[in-house]
């Protein structure tokens, strides 16, 4: 069965300090993985896929096989990057999505 | 411009009355979602469509309804709201076939956050 897991239910920082989320999934055959984040009174957004290996504002997340991780990082948070962060999974077959049960990150001042 | 939009974005409601929440999508998309997110912000897919009169229920148990008549419209039906039924819906959308996205890769409404008293 298809499962994500984001241990930390909160992460608080102070801003510039390095961030990583945690997302561990289980599934057997080739995931598709990503980040949705969520700012406040904003709509559910894509931060990032694992296939483009691209860096968003300044946050990049490394697909690991061997762990079944794709934990988020950034080096230096920021105030602005508040939000709650969800780790998701898709099949190949792209039925649906199975999303973690999220993360809150808060950076302080 | 291509979006999702949700209707109405809040609803207050005694308990009893027939609600339903609308969602409407001008991405092109085939599939579409509709997601329960509960107080502490976990999402719960409730029903997904893969295209035209396909419905089916998602992980979590619902007593709402959808329907799916026409390809950009995915309405949400509660025919007798209850104070559980109190939460945020999502409704999300996706391509049927890959291509400038992934088909896994979904595209969130703005929600309605219901009320039931």
């Known amino acids: 069965a298809q499962r994500v897991t984001q241990p930390e239910k909160l992460l608080s920082v102070f801003k510039g300090a390095p961030v990583e989320l945690k997302c561990n999934y289980s599934?057997?055959?080739?995931?598709?993985l990503f980040w949705y984040v969520q700012y406040s009174r904003q709509r559910l957004q894509l931060l990032l896929r694992?296939?483009s290996r691209e860096s968003i504002k300044g946050f990049t997340a490394d697909l690991n096989k061997g762990e079944t991780s794709f934990h988020l990082k950034k080096p230096f948070a920021q105030e602005e990057d508040s939000a709650m962060y969800y780790c998701?999974?898709?099949?190949?077959?792209?039925?649906?999505?199975?999303f973690g049960a999220g993360t809150i990150l808060r950076v302080k001042s | 411009e291509a979006d999702i939009y949700q209707t109405p974005r809040y609803l207050v409601i005694g308990t009893g009355k027939k609600i339903t929440l609308e969602c409407s999508q001008t991405?092109?998309?085939?599939?579409m979602y509709w997601y329960q997110q509960d107080p502490g912000m976990e999402l719960h897919l409730i029903h997904y469509?893969?295209?035209?009169?396909?419905?089916e229920k998602g992980d979590l148990s619902s007593e709402s309804t959808v329907s799916r008549i026409r390809t950009e419209h995915f309405p949400l039906t509660l025919e007798s709201a209850r104070p559980s039924h109190t939460s945020q819906y999502l409704c999300?959308?996706?391509?049927?076939?890959?291509?400038?996205?992934?088909?896994?890769?979904?595209?969130f409404g703005p929600g309605t956050r219901l009320t039931v008293l």
């Open positions: 999300a959308s996706s391509a049927l076939t890959p291509g400038e996205h992934s088909y896994n890769e979904q595209f």
């Open positions: 599934y057997s055959g080739s995931p598709e």
């Open positions: 694992h296939i």
């Open positions: 998701a999974l898709g099949s190949p077959y792209g039925n649906k999505l199975v």
């Open positions: 991405m092109g998309h085939d599939k």
């Open positions: 469509s893969y295209g035209v009169n396909s419905t």
